[in-house]
């Protein structure tokens, strides 16, 4: 176990054998036979290898870690495998953390992931795509209206997520298994929040959907997440039944209210035959001549946050479960940014 932990740090931290070893003061051999728990550091080495990697020593000795199953990166994403294994990495030490503060509050059989009925779905078309995002709205009973923060939404209903800073410009999103099967999502955390909310709700439809033989994947994935962000009845009450234009400053509008892009409400209007092909071309080619399409005008949509895990770590303190550095260790915080957001709360 204790091997497994030494290589997790090193993959969190970006480490190779030799860089970590020039660090520690030891061989890259002996880092190795450490992971492979072919030999056991001394209490000297496991302090240096805490210093070296940012990490407390009571990471390594950790006795219930997990294991993230069947990762799956963004298909457009182009990682390569050395990132690929770090956010892999710093994926299972998030959700590690999490199931740990679950069990302290012993939320863990309150918080399990379970299929609502008729999930996961097989779909073989585009309609079907779209009466299965309804669908789940229902059954977590959504309504029809704008959903406020997705990554809260969908930690409730027991799929964790992990908001990730200082990734690689070239990651998007990943799904996973944690060790309790529960669904695992990950996205960057400087992502506009807009992209976020869709990257969320893409991988969502990774998790609900099971796409026959001769529909593309990622396809039902877009067309799922702007469904489930903005549904048929939504879009339709919004902008009327058929249109011959949209106005940017009604696509502001709505971005703000349903925290979905300009060009994805653009996408809804044109799927459910609000407007034509040719009105559709023309507002994407306007995007593009004014450079929208990377950076849409007004106001950017703030991004996701995830402050109910910060308050069950408060809650952990307040009960006396916990120490404050412990506290910290459990949000991946150092205790000088822990004691700024307690001084926040």
């Known amino acids: 176990m204790l091997g497994e932990r030494i290589r997790l740090a090193r993959r969190i931290g970006g480490f190779s054998l030799r860089a970590l070893a020039g660090k520690v003061g030891v061989t890259a051999q002996a880092i190795s036979k ?24 009571s990471f390594f000795i950790e006795s219930d870690g997990i294991e993230l199953c069947g990762v799956a990166f963004r298909k457009r994403s182009t990682l390569g495998k050395k990132d690929q294994g770090r956010v892999a990495a710093r994926v299972q030490d998030i959700i590690e953390r999490r199931i740990r503060t679950d069990r302290l509050l012993d939320l863990g059989k309150h918080t399990g992931f379970h299929y609502p009925p008729g999930f996961p779905r097989k779909v073989k078309g585009e309609n079907e795509v779209e009466v299965a995002a309804g669908d789940l709205r229902v059954a977590w009973e959504l309504g029809f209206g704008p959903v406020e923060c997705l990554a809260e939404l969908l930690e409730a209903r027991g799929i964790k997520i992990a908001l990730l800073d ?35 709700a893409h991988e969502l439809g990774h998790i609900m959907l099971q ?46 209210k349903y925290g979905l892009s300009m060009q994805a409400w653009v996408y809804r209007a044109k799927q459910l035959g609000i407007i034509g092909e040719s009105a559709a071309r023309r507002l994407f080619a306007d995007f ?11 106001n950017p949509y703030p991004p996701e946050k995830l402050r109910s895990v910060e308050r ?21 915080r150092s205790t000088q940014e822990f004691e700024e957001l307690m001084g926040e709360a």
């Not at 200082?166 to 669904?183: I, Q, Y």
Request: glycine share 8%; net charge positive; proline share 7%.
């Open 34 to 57: 450490y992971e492979l728990d072919r030999d056991i550091p001394s209490s000297g080495v496991l302090l240096r290898l805490s210093k070296a990697l940012g990490i407390p020593v």
């Open 211 to 256: 796409p026959k033989a001769g529909m593309k994947p990622e396809s039902a994935a877009n067309h799922f997440a702007g469904a489930f962000l903005a549904p048929d009845r939504a879009v339709k009450d919004e902008l009327g039944r058929r249109r011959s234009h949209l106005m940017l400053t009604e696509l502001a509008s709505l971005k703000e």
């Open 288 to 298: 593009r001549r004014n450079g929208w399409n990377k950076v849409e005008p007004g």
């Open 312 to 332: 069950q770590v408060i809650q952990l303190i307040a009960e006396d479960v916990v120490s404050r550095q412990r506290a910290a260790e459990l949000l991946g």
């Open 166 to 200: 200082n990734t690689p410009s070239r990651f998007d999103a990943l799904t996973a298994s944690a060790g309790d099967n529960s669904p695992v999502i990950a996205v960057r955390a400087d992502a506009p929040g807009d992209r976020q909310r869709f990257n969320l």
